[in-house]
């Protein structure tokens, strides 16, 4: 149950508690069914696109369920390879080989990262000389500034749109 | 019947209700269309176990509720500073003329206003209160929450959700200043 509505008010806060009670359903517009049935139809149709599509061009959610399964069991015997790879490698007297691969594997990305670091660096560095500059400065509160002002005038524009589709 | 000419018929039935429920939280025509078109798709997937159920419209009206609280909270956190724009000048101009019409009735065509009007009144008086108020006071009056659960749904605390329907109320009460007798007559 509502708790009671305040004593010093009580009167007019049941006519207008009774007043909104009463009041009727609202008339629904005329393209509210329609709209719903074409919905309904476009949902069919994409089902049934959906089904004459081979399972292997389908989003993996949608694959049967037991490719689903397969897939899930896949991916869990992968992982525990990764995790027991090292032992593996032991086992099967491999390991040298292997560790020899990724080593080379792992100086390549190495290297390359150190690349992209050095090249951070010097934009990084260049932006710090340019940002002492006024202009620099000037020009970036300019674009910060146009970035929100058009952020906020299309908001206005949509809120005032959206009222105005009010009926 | 056909399975879509049967919800077609269920659809009408409840139409009016999903829409006026969606209409009366969100204050938007195009808004409220959405969110009764949506409602109306989650009863299709499950219109078997709702095609005899006598409890469908309440069914039909928590899912439109919860809709259009949903929409409202997206709604808030991206268009809140705008949105309260709106609102400051729709109480600025449009709220002052409403209220002219309402503490004026003689000023209108027909001094006897009609039942139809007075609620017509009411409805256009709800749907300018602010959304914050509105949705409380929706809830409040219209679904027979109480303050603890409004506060619950709206994600709010217990003293703004009185202080919301407070403020409400008031403000009904202000635009409808002349008319509460009428609300009486029609009680």
């Known amino acids: 149950m509502n708790t009671p509505l305040p004593p010093s008010d009580d009167r007019s806060d049941?006519?207008?508690?009774?007043?909104?009670?009463?009041?009727?359903?609202?008339?629904?517009?005329?393209?509210?069914?329609?709209?719903v049935l074409a919905a309904i139809r476009a949902r069919e149709q994409a089902a049934a696109a959906l089904a004459r599509t081979p399972w292997y061009r389908r989003p993996v959610t949608r694959w049967p369920a037991g490719l689903r399964i397969a897939l899930g069991l896949f991916a869990a015997g992968l992982l525990a390879a990764l995790a027991f790879a090292p032992e593996l490698f032991a086992l099967t007297g491999t390991g040298s080989a292997v560790q020899a691969t990724l080593t080379r594997a792992w100086d390549t990305l190495?290297?390359?990262?150190?690349?992209?670091?050095?090249?951070?660096?010097?934009?990084?560095?260049?932006?710090?000389?340019?940002?002492?500059?006024?202009?620099?400065?000037?020009?970036?509160?300019?674009?910060?500034?146009s970035y929100f002002a058009l952020l906020g005038i299309g908001g206005a524009v949509w809120r005032t749109a959206s009222q105005a589709r009010r009926s | 019947m056909s399975d879509t000419a049967e919800f077609e018929?269920?659809?009408?039935?409840?139409?009016?209700?999903?829409?006026?429920?969606?209409?009366?939280?969100?204050?938007?025509?195009?808004?409220?269309q959405d969110i009764a078109q949506e409602t109306f798709l989650k009863a299709y997937e499950r219109f078997d176990g709702l095609r005899e159920n006598p409890a469908a419209g309440g069914w039909l009206k928590t899912v439109a509720t919860n809709l259009s609280l949903n929409h409202l909270s997206r709604y808030k956190k991206r268009w809140s500073f705008f949105s309260d724009l709106r609102?400051?000048?729709?109480?600025?101009?449009?709220?002052?003329?409403?209220?002219?019409?309402?503490?004026?009735?003689?000023?209108?065509?027909?001094?006897?206003?009609?039942?139809?009007?007075t609620r017509a009144l009411l409805d256009e008086a709800l749907a300018k209160l602010p959304h914050d108020q509105r949705a409380a006071l929706v809830l409040y009056h219209f679904h027979d929450m109480p303050y603890q659960d409004i506060a619950e749904k709206l994600k709010v605390s217990l003293a703004k959700v009185k202080t919301d329907i407070m403020r409400g109320r008031d403000a009904l009460k202000r635009r409808l200043a002349g008319r509460m007798s009428e609300l009486e007559l029609h009680a």
């Open chain 1, 110 to 145: 190495s290297a390359l990262a150190g690349a992209l670091r050095t090249l951070f660096g010097a934009c990084g560095a260049a932006l710090r000389v340019s940002a002492s500059s006024p202009y620099v400065l000037g020009g970036a509160a300019v674009v910060l500034f």
């Open chain 2, 9 to 32: 018929t269920f659809m009408r039935n409840y139409q009016n209700m999903v829409f006026s429920t969606a209409y009366r939280l969100t204050a938007n025509h195009a808004e409220a």
């Open chain 2, 87 to 117: 609102r400051q000048d729709d109480d600025g101009d449009e709220g002052t003329a409403f209220e002219a019409r309402i503490a004026a009735p003689e000023s209108r065509e027909s001094e006897t206003a009609s039942q139809e009007d």
């Open chain 1, 14 to 35: 049941a006519r207008l508690h009774a007043a909104l009670r009463r009041l009727p359903d609202l008339q629904a517009p005329d393209t509210l069914i329609p709209g």
